[in-house]
């Protein structure tokens, strides 16, 4: 693994870069220093850019907060987003787990994902004991973010009536403007603990992947995947044959901090081999 000052080397070897979202480019409010210069340099650079989020939210709402944030649509190839991609399964209906869920949704989560389903061909009902299958974006702010507790009894009920679960951002955590919050994975985690069905839609398992993969359109040995969390980007990008770049500034900060002996051994321990380590998603001449 190569530690770098920044992504300037890497353009040189590699065509077409998946670039995480949340802790690479942003914190959940703000863009980080030198995020939207350095896809401004890829660009310029000729390389093609295509962000792949966990974002349990439709592309065209998660394209809309990073103009909000003054990400412009123009530094990017494309946008994909496991909120997209499971949006695209339960209208479908093709994949055969998912043909087999019925109408009835219990949603868990927080309203600002209600555009995952909206418009879809599914009756959202609020009791288990009405439901054929659980939605699962996360948790929601009436019920708080921070700890698992609150949403064991609802998981509960559902695990009693062997309900299936379709868990639409596999992350565990994540950290807003340096506040650390649970993420619809955790509470998949604790419901497949249970002995529960859990379809898990996202980075690191690779069906997501094949749109990115067709939107930069470049051999795969010439693709660089960047982002900061080992158990889903890194992962990810090895899963389905990919070089990967791990940004130190995100979700591993607080533990491994400039740490390079860490940083290593964490990677080891995993069982993965990023190429590249890089302290934040800038340019870096």
């Known amino acids: 693994m190569h ?3 920044g992504m300037a080397p890497l353009a040189v070897r590699y065509d077409g870069f998946i670039v995480d979202l949340w802790g690479v480019i942003h914190d959940g409010v703000s863009p980080y220093p030198g995020a939207r210069d350095c896809l401004a340099a890829l660009r310029a650079a000729g390389r093609r850019v295509v962000l792949l989020s966990n974002a349990p939210r439709r592309v065209a709402v998660v394209r809309e907060g990073l103009r909000g944030m003054g990400v412009a649509d123009d530094l990017y190839d494309g946008v994909m987003t496991s909120g997209e991609y499971t949006r695209g399964l339960l209208s479908d209906r093709t994949d055969p787990w998912f043909a087999g869920l019925g109408k ?12 995952l389903f909206e418009g879809l061909d599914l009756e959202r009902v609020e ?24 949403y064991l009894p609802l998981l509960e009920a559902c695990a009693g009536r062997g309900l299936k679960m379709v868990c639409a951002n596999p992350d565990l955590e994540v950290i807003r403007a340096g506040r650390r919050l649970i993420c619809a994975g955790l509470l998949a985690s604790l419901y497949e603990q249970k002995g529960c069905s859990v379809r898990w839609i996202g980075k690191p398992y690779p069906e997501v992947y094949g749109p990115v993969l067709r939107m930069l ?11 900061d969390a080992l158990a889903t980007d890194m992962r990810g990008a090895k899963a389905v044959g990919v070089d990967g770049c791990w940004v130190m500034g995100g979700i591993h900060q607080e533990m491994i901090g400039d740490d390079r002996a860490l940083a290593e051994a964490e990677a080891r321990s995993a069982g993965l081999e990023p190429v590249a380590c890089v302290p934040s998603f800038r340019w870096a001449d």
């Open 3 to 5: 530690f770098l000052d």
């Open 104 to 115: 009835r949704m219990l949603h868990l989560g927080a309203p600002k994902d209600y555009n």
């Open 127 to 150: 009791d288990p004991a009405e439901a054929d299958f659980v939605l699962n974006t996360g948790p929601n702010p009436e019920q708080g973010e921070s700890d698992p507790a609150p």
């Open 217 to 227: 359109g470049v051999p795969l040995a010439r693709v660089l995947a960047v982002g």
